[in-house]
């Protein structure tokens, strides 16, 4: 028996509100440039008092979509150069990827960390 066995699940309302901090990313179809941290912030400065993992798993999305949003600067900067065009697609179709997998381990109870992910909300 593992340690991590022991920690008790969070309770479900906390789970759904941790994989929609995640899914909140998806506001960026609603508004470009700024939903994919808008969505997250708004539902994390909203539900991150009622729990801690609900907190944690917040944190953690909004660190990624900031970290998502400085590699698409980047990648535009480089599209002058013809090879930002790639580097965008990229990192838009791992985003997605990852989004939707730390949505699915938050809703499971799971604390998901993102890989490559800059921590600068703490």
Same mark, same amino acid.
């Given at each position: 028996?593992?340690? +991590?066995?022991? /920690?008790?699940?969070?309770?479900? +309302?906390?789970?759904?509100? @941790?994989?929609? $901090?995640?899914? @909140?990313?998806?506001? %960026?179809?609603?508004?470009?440039? &700024?939903?994919?941290?808008?969505?997250?912030?708004?539902? %994390? +400065?909203? #539900? *991150?008092?009622?729990?801690?993992?609900?907190?944690? #798993?917040?944190?953690?999305?909004?660190?990624? +979509?900031?970290?998502?949003?400085?590699?698409?600067?980047?990648?535009? @900067?480089? @599209?002058?150069?013809? &090879?930002?065009?790639?580097?965008?697609?990229?990192?838009?179709?791992?985003?997605? /990827?990852?989004?939707?997998?730390?949505?699915?381990?938050?809703?499971?109870?799971?604390? %998901?960390?993102?890989?490559? $992910?800059?921590?600068?909300? *703490?």
């Amino acid at each position: 028996m593992t340690s +991590q066995s022991l /920690v008790p699940l969070p309770d479900p +309302q906390a789970r759904r509100w @941790a994989m929609l $901090c995640h899914y @909140a990313a998806f506001f %960026w179809f609603v508004a470009p440039l &700024i939903g994919n941290v808008l969505g997250p912030l708004i539902v %994390w +400065q909203l #539900q *991150k008092d009622r729990d801690p993992f609900v907190d944690r #798993q917040g944190r953690e999305a909004l660190n990624f +979509q900031i970290t998502y949003s400085l590699l698409m600067m980047l990648c535009g @900067a480089l @599209a002058w150069v013809f &090879i930002g065009f790639p580097l965008m697609l990229l990192v838009n179709l791992t985003t997605l /990827v990852l989004v939707v997998i730390a949505g699915i381990r938050a809703n499971a109870g799971e604390a %998901w960390r993102y890989p490559f $992910c800059l921590r600068l909300v *703490k």
